[in-house]
């Protein structure tokens, strides 16, 4: 006895003795399990103070208050009202004109380019369109507010490093010395730009807006519901409530499986090869990106419409088959009603996921520059996403906030899609 | 009649042969037994009506470009129609452009105008043939339902045999993406290596896929050696999973075995969010924000990094796949009996040892699988390389060179303008092929690993 006790005491010294380096061990352990939370909350935060940072000037823009006098005879020298001689006129004199009255002794060829500039190249086609909208007008002065240049909008918003030398920067010292001057005198503000949700892509930032990309993410999201859904839904109903246990139904579910992890890009060579090549549908619509967004999101669909059906309770179908329905009865008209929230929210989070995607429509020519706002999902347009990606390899300084903002108005719909989604859950869902 | 009010025409003569199918059954039940109940027979009858509607639309979906085309083609001048096939393709491009009202930037021959106009008659008399005889051969069909609908016609069977075909032909449609992914993929890549020995694609050491056009041409070999951009895609995932495995797995161990419910309420959404923000975006962050960061800091170390640099990308890329492999990890660690946890502290072990000795051992293979489930992901990544990464192949494990990979590649070669009989877009569609095949395989193991191991414990 004695000596096992001296055994037994020895073990706990043994114990004791490597107990301080185990507890230090537990803790460093889970340290690392804090520290790996940590790194991933620290990088969102970077990231989003990044993007929000980057992007939430290009939600206002510099305009200039100036005066333009719709002088008769450059706009209508014959005084004809003929519309298509009003169309043609001058209008960049008028508009230079007028910015010559701030600064009346700009003389050199350079310095009349310099001035020119300070204002966004829209604007004489914004007033060519005013006068032909309301010939009164001519002869009159114009009081407006128009867009600066992208380039001074920058230098306004600090963008640009006045240190530099004048050569190396994308705006003169002239133009650095008539804004401040334009600044001082309280002409210049920063405006709501509503250009950004009311245009189509543009070559100059100031004029470009995400409203042609959202409305072809829209078409297309559109024509990958209407597909995926309903042959998603129809799948998995076939898969939990009908299908046999045999090699065919293991090969659809293997299937599904595979697809649901095949890289995006693949589906894009799908889209090309197949829809584009072979059935001659047309590059960059939205009918092919949804087609392709369809086939991506089919998987996803079938996968959480599986789940839905799963969670209705057995005695629901006991009950139905036992008053004597068939059994596509049972299912349609009991089992399925009680899965469809389910399965919608389901849905709707892969089509969430499909308004993000960007790599298939690469494939299918949707990178393609597209200023007009598709009417139809057969007319070429931009996504979302792509139009990001397009806007990211921009070179000009001006689209560097405007990708962020891009970016924050794509998060913007993924956060309110998740959230439909969440709710459509929250209420719908019933717990058996 | 135009394309939608024809649709709108085919909708309200569906529903008239739903609402008469249904009247007649309705009025036959007021004297005799009926086999279903009426609305079976209002189906009957809309299945009746739309089958050969809709089957002639679309056979006209697929095939009257086809059959104008060649309308067209003959009655085009002989000296025009013995032209090239991708002559006559330009040719027949600027007709239909010209017939669509479009500018057409110089009309190539005489008669151009009027195969313009050809094209559009053509096309206007298929579709009128189309229209007229989907709605006549609808209403024949649906008459003759509607007369053998009686009392013994077993509506409901018919429409429910016929709701099982459609559940399970959309059930297959999974195989027929599956097929329609391998076929164009493989039918292009067969193309390629007609051209380019197989050999020389997985076994060559340069790529350079800029074919020279004429002879004297500089820097346009037309080298297709897929090795660097295979090398270049492994080290970029190398080095994400390096970030996403260990942060991942040990996100996953604290949530399931020592967090408080509260952290777990605040970190699980962390997690979803991101895994929720699309790929470009975070290509946006890893070329715009982190990329020259790593490349600043380089240089106060006095190292040179290239902006372009792998690490930069697979960085980014790791915390992509975190959520991933930890959702995937945290599945498979409490899906280890309890009872083997509590062995484990019985005899005396503290929980890191239980979760280093015990529960990570007997996790191992589904902890695997979700591994190799994140490697096809960061393989098949195309958006974060797209915008952050390299477009030269550099044969280079170096983690600061720029390098690039398989699906910038395939970008690269297919966006912008292409013909497809040149070695170049088709070396898109072999790259394609590999990667394909790849994840194929990786996702293939993964889940199977990931199911043994579920039923192993279950």
């Given at each position: 006895m004695s000596n096992s006790s001296s055994n037994s005491s020895s073990i706990t010294e043994i114990v004791n003795k490597g107990l301080k380096k185990r507890y230090r061990s537990e803790f460093m352990f889970r340290l690392y399990g804090i520290t790996s939370i940590l790194f991933a909350a620290a990088f969102l935060i970077v990231f989003f103070s990044s993007i929000i940072d980057k992007g939430y000037s290009a939600f206002t823009q510099g305009e200039l208050n100036i005066s333009i006098y719709l002088d008769p005879e450059i706009i209508d020298p014959d005084n004809t009202r003929d519309e298509e001689e009003i169309r043609y006129a001058n209008y960049d004199k008028l508009v230079f004109d007028s910015l010559k009255n701030?600064?009346?002794s700009v003389s050199s060829r350079k310095e009349r380019k310099e001035l020119k500039a300070l204002?966004?190249?829209?604007t004489s086609l914004r007033i060519q369109s005013l006068v032909l909208d309301d010939?009164?007008?001519?002869?009159k002065t114009l009081d407006l507010s128009v867009k600066l240049d992208s380039d001074i909008d920058m230098f306004l918003k600090g963008n640009?490093?006045?240190?530099?030398?004048?050569?190396?920067?994308?705006?003169s010292d002239n133009q650095v010395k008539w804004t401040n001057e334009l600044k001082t005198k309280g002409l210049i503000s920063q405006k709501f730009n509503s250009t950004l949700f009311s245009a189509g892509d543009s070559r100059e930032p100031e004029q470009a807006g995400v409203l042609g990309a959202l409305i072809g993410s829209f078409f297309m999201l559109l024509i990958t519901f209407i597909v995926a859904f309903p042959l998603g839904v129809a799948a998995a109903i076939y898969l939990e409530?009908?299908?046999?246990?045999?090699k065919f139904t293991d090969f659809v579910e293997v299937n599904i499986n595979n697809l649901a992890a095949v890289p995006s890009i693949i589906y894009g060579l799908l889209g090309l090869a197949v829809?584009?090549?072979?059935?001659?549908m047309p590059r960059s619509a939205p009918l092919v990106g949804g087609l392709v967004l369809a086939l991506m999101t089919f998987p996803v669909i079938i996968i959480a419409s599986r789940a839905a059906l799963q969670s209705v309770p057995p005695s629901i179908t006991d009950a139905a088959l036992g008053v004597g329905a068939s059994k596509i009865q049972t299912v349609f008209d009991h089992v399925f009603p009680l899965a469809l929230p389910g399965m919608l929210t389901g849905s709707i989070i892969g089509m969430a996921r499909a308004l993000g995607e960007s790599a298939p429509l690469l494939m299918i020519g949707m990178v393609a520059f597209v200023v007009d706002i598709p009417s139809t999902p057969l007319d070429a347009s931009a996504a979302l996403p792509v139009q990001v990606y397009l806007w990211a390899d921009?070179?000009?300084?001006?689209f560097v906030e405007r990708t962020s903002a891009a970016i924050l108005v794509l998060l913007f719909f993924l956060l309110v899609m998740n959230s439909t989604a969440i709710w459509l859950r929250n209420k719908f869902e019933i717990k058996w | 009649m135009s394309f939608s009010f024809f649709l709108l025409v085919l909708i309200i003569l569906g529903l008239g042969s739903y609402y008469f199918g249904k009247s007649k059954a309705l009025a036959l039940k007021q004297n005799d037994v009926v086999h279903s109940l009426p609305k079976y027979y209002g189906y009957y009858a809309l299945v009746w009506f739309a089958t050969p509607a809709l089957i002639i639309v679309s056979l006209w979906l697929i095939f009257s470009e086809g059959i104008v085309t060649n309308q067209v083609i003959s009655s085009l001048p002989d000296n025009i129609k013995t032209l090239p096939t991708n002559e006559l393709t330009l040719i027949l491009n600027d007709i239909k452009n010209k017939a669509a009202g479009n500018l057409v930037a110089?009309?190539?021959?005489?008669?151009f105008e009027l195969a313009a106009e050809t094209y559009n008659s053509y096309s206007k008399i298929a579709e009128n043939i189309i229209i007229y005889s989907s709605i006549v051969l609808g209403l024949i069909s649906f008459i003759f339902a509607y007369i053998s609908i009686?009392?013994?016609?077993?509506a409901r069977n018919r429409i429910e045999s016929i709701v099982s075909k459609i559940l399970l032909v959309s059930a297959s449609i999974a195989i027929f993406a599956t097929a329609g992914i391998l076929l164009s993929v493989l039918f292009e890549a067969i193309r390629f290596f007609q051209i380019i020995s197989f050999d020389d694609f997985i076994f060559g050491l340069t790529w350079s896929p800029?074919?020279?056009?004429?002879?004297?041409?500089?820097?346009?070999?037309?080298?297709?050696?897929a090795i660097p951009l295979f090398l270049g895609t492994g080290l970029i995932s190398l080095i994400s999973l390096t970030v996403a495995v260990p942060v991942g797995l040990m996100t996953a161990i604290y949530l399931s075995e020592y967090a408080p419910s509260r952290v777990r309420a605040v970190t699980k959404p962390m997690l979803e969010v991101l895994s929720g923000i699309p790929t470009v975006v975070y290509g946006f962050f890893a070329a715009i924000t982190l990329a020259p960061f790593i490349r600043d800091f380089g240089e106060t170390l006095g190292m040179n990094i290239a902006s372009e640099s792998a690490l930069g990308v697979g960085l980014v890329m790791g915390i992509m796949i975190i959520p991933l492999v930890s959702s995937l990890s945290d599945d498979v660690i409490s899906a280890v009996p309890q009872a083997m946890r509590e062995g484990s502290y019985g005899l005396g072990a503290t929980k890191s040892e239980t979760i280093k000795r015990v529960i990570i051992p007997a996790a191992l293979p589904g902890i695997v699988g979700g591994i190799l489930l994140a490697a096809s992901r960061a393989i098949g990544e195309t958006m974060i390389v797209v915008m952050a990464a390299g477009l030269s192949a550099r044969?280079?494990?170096?983690?600061?060179d720029a390098v690039t990979t398989v699906t910038v590649q395939i970008v690269t070669l297919l966006v912008g303008d292409q013909e497809f009989d040149s070695p170049k877009t088709l070396a898109a569609f072999a790259l394609g092929l590999t990667l394909f095949v790849v994840t194929l395989i990786l996702n293939f193991y993964a889940l199977r690993i990931v199911r043994k191991y579920r039923e192993q414990y279950e």
């Open positions: 701030f600064f009346p204002v966004s190249n829209g010939m009164s007008l001519i002869g640009v490093d006045i240190t530099l030398d004048e050569s190396q920067r994308r705006i409530e009908f299908a046999p246990k045999n829809f584009i090549n072979f059935f001659g921009a070179p000009e300084r001006g | 110089g009309e190539s021959f005489i008669g009686s009392g013994k016609l077993r800029q074919m020279a056009i004429r002879d004297d041409q500089v820097g346009s070999s037309g080298l297709f050696g044969l280079s494990i170096n983690p600061l």
